[in-house]
């Protein structure tokens, strides 16, 4: 986090113009991005952030 990690979060806040709960996602798509990881999440809001270079895996749960 730093500098760096800020911009990212507000370039991904102006090009999906989010608001509210929504930063707070922004917040970790760009740590994610950032550190090259993979986000593993159970719900597909974060699907619209893959094209930001985010790598994304659904996460299935068995007892689900």
């Known amino acids: 986090s730093g500098r ?3 911009r990212l979060v507000m370039e991904l806040i102006e090009q999906y113009r ?3 709960g929504e930063i707070e996602r922004a ?3 760009a740590l994610a991005i950032e ?3 993979t986000l593993v999440v ?3 809001e ?6 930001s270079g985010l790598r ?3 996460w299935r749960s068995a007892l689900i």
């Open 4 to 6: 760096q990690h800020w």
């Open 18 to 20: 989010l608001e509210g």
């Open 27 to 29: 917040r970790l798509v």
């Open 35 to 37: 550190h090259g990881a």
């Open 42 to 44: 159970a719900s597909t």
């Open 46 to 51: 974060f699907e619209r952030f893959k094209p």
């Open 56 to 58: 994304l895996e659904l």
